[in-house]
């Protein structure tokens, strides 16, 4: 995949070579600190029998938590290559390949080609998509039971840090972009597709949101 087939620039940060470090990563340490509270909270709600959609999954590791924990299957949605030969082999490490499915698909522009899950996940995605009423729009009405993303404090520290990042790749010729959306506007995408907050986590990099379809 190329730049001009990749105009927001995700393989040229992406790359290979960070897929193998995020795998190593794994299994030195297992999971991180939002990444263990996002997996708790699901747990928390049941995941048992449960179908998976993790969009922007990278390597795999919350998805084959879940799995341990006994969700049945995961479909994991990538706009790069990059990771599935490090996230194949740590499935397969895990016993656990036949229960992962792995695609390259943007679920913003065909949404009708994926299918609905009881557990949405998105973990380091939010920010780094230029239109998030879109992506968390789709995700929410993938979602039948629960979702969980991820997004960077909006403090102004953080959007100072990402404005000199972008900055910078902009100066070295790298389309990639990172954002910083609104919090509460997130939160309302989500709560206008019928999903209700009922669980957050603070952490030094990233906050985490929990929310549930209760039934009417």
């Given at each position: 995949?190329?730049?001009?087939?990749?105009?927001?620039?995700?393989?040229?940060?992406?790359?290979?070579?960070?897929?193998?470090?995020?795998?190593?990563?794994?299994?030195?340490?297992?999971?991180?600190?939002?990444?263990?509270?996002?997996?708790?909270?699901?747990?928390?709600?049941?995941?048992?029998?449960?179908?998976?959609?993790?969009?922007?999954?990278?390597?795999?590791?919350?998805?084959?938590?879940?799995?341990?924990?006994?969700?049945?299957?995961?479909?994991?949605l990538e706009l790069v290559a990059s990771y599935d030969g490090p996230a194949g082999e740590l499935a397969r490490e895990a016993g656990l390949?036949?229960?992962?499915?792995?695609?390259?698909?943007?679920?913003?522009?065909?949404?009708?080609?994926?299918?609905?899950?009881?557990?949405?996940?998105?973990?380091?995605?939010?920010?780094?998509?230029?239109?998030?009423?879109?992506?968390?729009?789709?995700?929410?009405?993938?979602?039948?039971?629960l979702l969980v993303f991820s997004h960077p404090p909006r403090s102004l520290a953080v959007r100072a840090y990402s404005a000199a990042q972008?900055?910078?790749?902009?100066?070295?010729?790298?389309?990639?972009?990172?954002?910083?959306?609104?919090?509460?506007?997130?939160?309302?995408?989500?709560?206008?597709r019928g999903l209700t907050a009922v669980h957050t986590h603070r952490g030094p990099v990233w906050h985490v949101e929990g929310l549930e379809?209760?039934?009417?």
């Amino acid at each position: 995949m190329s730049g001009c087939c990749d105009p927001h620039g995700y393989d040229e940060v992406f790359s290979p070579r960070f897929a193998r470090r995020q795998a190593r990563r794994y299994r030195r340490r297992g999971l991180g600190r939002a990444e263990r509270d996002m997996v708790e909270f699901l747990a928390g709600r049941g995941v048992a029998g449960a179908t998976v959609l993790e969009i922007g999954g990278g390597v795999g590791e919350i998805q084959l938590e879940l799995l341990k924990l006994g969700a049945a299957r995961t479909t994991n949605l990538e706009l790069v290559a990059s990771y599935d030969g490090p996230a194949g082999e740590l499935a397969r490490e895990a016993g656990l390949a036949d229960r992962v499915e792995r695609r390259l698909h943007d679920i913003v522009e065909a949404p009708d080609q994926v299918a609905k899950a009881d557990v949405v996940v998105l973990h380091r995605v939010v920010c780094c998509y230029p239109d998030y009423e879109r992506l968390l729009g789709a995700a929410a009405d993938h979602a039948g039971r629960l979702l969980v993303f991820s997004h960077p404090p909006r403090s102004l520290a953080v959007r100072a840090y990402s404005a000199a990042q972008n900055a910078v790749l902009r100066l070295t010729g790298h389309s990639y972009q990172s954002f910083a959306h609104p919090p509460e506007a997130m939160l309302a995408v989500l709560r206008d597709r019928g999903l209700t907050a009922v669980h957050t986590h603070r952490g030094p990099v990233w906050h985490v949101e929990g929310l549930e379809r209760r039934a009417a």
